[in-house]
Nanobody, 116 residues
Framework: QVQLVESGGGLVQAGGSLRLSCAAS????????MGWFRQAPGKQRDWVAT???????NYTDSVKGRFTIARDSTQNTVYLQMDNLKPEDTAVYYC??????????WGQGTQVTVSS
């Protein structure tokens, strides 16, 4: 089992920044990659960014150049630095852990609200 706990959400004005954190515990040696997803009201959950154990990163097009995913292996924590936030970034953000290529574990989510 892997447990994921997110923190760092909140309310920010457009153009501002937030940093989300995701602390992993349990059988973390089974994790191949960590990622962030988001779900806006009335919409499906969408993938945002991924970082692998080799620190390879990928981003959805709408956040490229604004969001940065990073990991601190010593603290088993993954971060999502979000800059130049836009109202359309408003969503519940979820941390996820992949086991053998499948998103298997999820955090409880943290709300990010960007006001215009």
């Amino acid at each position: 089992q892997v447990q994921l706990v997110e923190s760092g959400g909140g309310l920010v004005q457009a153009g501002g920044s937030l940093r989300l954190s995701c602390a992993a515990s349990g059988n973390i040696f089974t994790i191949n990659a960590m990622g962030w997803f988001r779900q806006a009201p009335g919409k499906q959950r969408d993938w945002v960014a991924t970082i692998t154990t080799r620190r390879t990163t990928n981003y959805t097009d709408s956040v490229k150049g604004r969001f940065t995913i990073a990991r601190d292996s010593t603290q088993n924590t993954v971060y999502l630095q979000m800059d130049n936030l836009k109202p359309e970034d408003t969503a519940v953000y979820y941390c996820a852990a992949a086991i053998i290529g499948n998103w298997y574990y999820w955090g409880q989510g943290t709300q990010v609200t960007v006001s215009s």
